[in-house]
């Protein structure tokens, strides 16, 4: 069975975020004051063949905590849809 | 009212994705060749202050087609979600 899984790899909320900052900065400068709390993340989307459900979650999570993200600075969740 | 934004970020599908690649190739060095077509984009999080969801989700489409994606390289999603 395939399966699709989507990893959102986020920093954690005390990791500082350079990138969202200058997002910020630049929303802010466009006149769009309404604006806060700006993170940039990663999504990972990937194609894996495995035989159920339960077993294409376990294998996306190990990569994900091994190779995707880095448990140090980030946090990651994982969604998993099964294709056709 | 304040929303939460979250704006999904991907290279077009006929757009070229080291990165992607590059995990590809790790994870099949790894030992698993059940892996294939992983892409890898931008998840951007952001917090507004806006009068109703259809104001919000209309100037978030906006920020996202101006300044967050890049359309002629990478198509976009939005999610939108009321914070208490």
């Given at each position: 069975m395939k399966f699709k899984a989507s990893v959102n790899v986020m920093l954690k909320p005390s990791?500082?975020?350079?990138?969202?900052?200058?997002?910020?900065r630049a929303l802010k400068s466009m006149g769009h004051?309404?604006?806060?709390?700006?993170?940039?993340?990663?999504?990972?989307?990937l194609?894996?063949?495995?035989?159920?459900?339960?077993?294409?979650?376990?294998?996306a999570d190990d990569w994900a905590d091994k190779l995707l993200a880095?448990?140090?600075?980030?946090?990651?969740?994982?969604?998993l849809e099964k294709l056709p």
């Open positions: 990791v500082l975020d350079p990138q969202g900052a200058t997002l910020e004051r309404n604006v806060s709390s700006i993170r940039v993340g990663k999504l990972i989307e194609t894996m063949d495995c035989e159920n459900q339960e077993a294409a979650a376990k294998l880095n448990p140090n600075m980030e946090n990651y969740s994982l969604t």
